[in-house]
């Protein structure tokens, strides 16, 4: 069964930092683009941040350029989100994603495998 599972979520005060992982399992993604999308309750989900295979090629939301820093370590079959300066307006659920070839999309139709979300919540 493969699973894409998320951590490192959680309650934040504006300003500070969190490490999201998402741990793949099943199969292996190392030849796969990878992403992050976040949604809040009542809206679509929208893409944050996203990496080619290799990790040599990185895109982000406007919103989160400069604070966010999407990595991966493909031996651990790991992909990372690393958020820092955080507002309340971060807040969502956010979630990982597979696509389906080497490379980022933003759009969600060209991932195929997503995990289940972990919850940010940063306060003002």
């Known amino acids: 069964q493969v699973q894409l599972v998320e951590s490192g979520g959680g309650l934040v005060q504006a300003g500070g930092s969190l490490r999201l992982s998402c741990v793949a399992s099943g199969r292996t993604f190392s030849a796969n683009g990878m992403g992050w999308f976040r949604q809040v309750p009542g809206k679509e989900r929208e893409f944050v941040a996203g990496?080619?295979?290799?990790?040599?090629?990185?895109t982000y939301v406007r919103s989160v350029k400069g604070r966010f820093t999407i990595s991966r370590d493909n031996a651990k079959n790991t992909v990372f989100l690393q958020m820092n300066s955080l507002k309340p307006e971060d807040t969502a659920v956010y979630y990982c994603a597979a696509s389906k070839d080497s490379t980022w999309y933003t759009t969600l139709d060209w991932y195929d495998y997503w995990g289940q979300g972990t919850q940010i919540t940063v306060s003002s």
């Open positions: 990496i080619s295979w290799s990790g040599g090629s990185t």
